[in-house]
């Protein structure tokens, strides 16, 4: 209600209540409430900023390591890539070369699934050509050695290229090295830690001009936007990372340390970017809310992700043991995978409406 007083005076109630490593409702506290501090010293200051808009070099082994250990707890970065990888090879099964764009590729995990899966699907796999969107240039160069390493060992013909800047603040197409004759792939897992793409008027238009033969997309299910105003975006994400510490506390111990790095460095720096800075992106420009609207505005269509790769998915929960509370939905061509009924993650595919 914008009643800075009040809320001053209540938030040392809720921090006293919480505790990060308490049940998932006291950890669940504990970050929202640090998340509001964070905004309410924001109102004071009369400004709504995101966390850094970019990962910066002396924090990037920070969070590269607490996305190794979100990976290893969870099975949601493993379905994220099984699901786009799995659509990946659907699209390129009859292509000589392969150009995938990642926009915001870390350490690269995803792609040695695929590597694998183009090297045992077809007598003669394509050529694969990697470029990959990133914070940190040391980083960026080892991900490429260690994904030239595990191509080599399969026989696969293998290229990358390590992009330090953000994809939709690309102004000159010449620096992603375009080459007739190769099938382009755009692939994007979204999180809410920081702001991987920049400008969203800027990505769409580098879509449009990329030509790719299949967009992978994995969207987190939680609004980021204006839309409702502040507190329906408070109460959504509440909702969402609730569920999320329900998951970790159902399968973690409390005193877990991949499953308290994961929450501090992970979740919690989404929690805050949220609520705290006002949500992602908040400089005025167009923020895009439903990206499936405005590809399709791009002249893109869904591509069905039912059948195998639902099935394969589903496996793939399975092979945790905590699996009983997971659940994998089928909505629209998409596959939207939930914790007790609440949808976590949507992955969709997109091709080209004419072809």
Known sequence: MDNLDLAASILPEITHLASPFGSPAMRVAAYFSDALQSRLMSSWLGMYAPLPSYALEPFSQRLLNAFQAYNAILPLVKFSHFTANQAIVQAVSQVSRVHIIDLDIMQGLQWPGLFHLLSTCSTSPPSVRITGFGSCARELAATGERLSVFSASLGLAFEYTGLVCRAGEVRDLARLKLQGGETVIVNWVHHYMYDVTGSDAGLLKLLHSVKPRLITMVEQDVSHGDGGGFLRR????????????????????????????????VLGREIKNIVGGGGRKRSGEMVVERWGAELGKLGFRGVSLRGSAADQARLLLGMYPWQEGYSVVEEGGCLRVGWKDLALLTASAWEPCVM
């Open 234 to 265: 408070f109460v959504n994400a509440l909702h969402y990372y609730s569920a999320l510490f329900d998951a970790l506390g159902s399968m973690q111990d409390s005193m877990n340390q991949d499953r308290n790095i994961a929450e501090q460095q």
